[in-house]
């Protein structure tokens, strides 16, 4: 049995680059879910499935197993044992991964195959729903959170040190936006677990958080 840590909470609190860098300090599997959906997209393709056979698609899930391992502390994604990282990043997989993602069954063997690695791995999942629904039973539950104006002002920041134009105010407006519709959506909608604990991350720097988040799972 693995040892599970869930980390849930708003756009823009940071879920990711947290998430990876206490799954480093403790030595798990950070559970990268857009890499298993791309995954699952590569499986479509060498199969000559098309984006919009939708019952093509959910046949080809029944046979797919995607899982994530680390080798030299670097990500490899496996498909039915096959090394299938160099692959990721192609275009007709992005897009592949975009439009099937949409569709229940592929959503439903994504959560199949992330609780499967759950079992047999110690992981590190983050998300909206990972606490509530993905992973119920997890060891340790973070709900990672921050004010709207602190993630607000941490995205325009990062924008602009890529040379991005953007306007404070809009992405404000957005992030506000966002977390309503996270939070009032009928399928798993963003909610703190009852067993989860805390973390406002406002007045926080990275260092500390993980420093929290390692500390709780001991």
Sequence with gaps: MGYNVAIDGPAGAGKSTIAKLVAKEKGFIYVDTGAMYR????????????????????????????????????????LNGANITSRLRDEEVGNMASMTSAIPEVRAKLLELQQNLARTQNVIM?????????????????FLTASVETRAKRRYEEL?????PCNLDEIESDIRERDYRDMTREIAPLKQAEDAVKVDSSYMTIPEVVDKIVELCR
């Design 39 to 78: 995954g699952l997209a590569i499986h479509f393709l060498n199969q000559g499935i098309q984006a919009d056979e939708t019952e093509k698609v959910i046949k080809a899930c029944q046979d797919a197993e995607v899982t994530i391992r680390y080798e030299n502390g670097i990500q490899q994604v496996y």
């Design 160 to 164: 602009m040190a890529k040379g991005v």
């Design 126 to 142: 983050d998300g909206r729903d990972i606490g509530t629904c993905v992973l119920p039973n997890a060891d340790v539950k973070i």
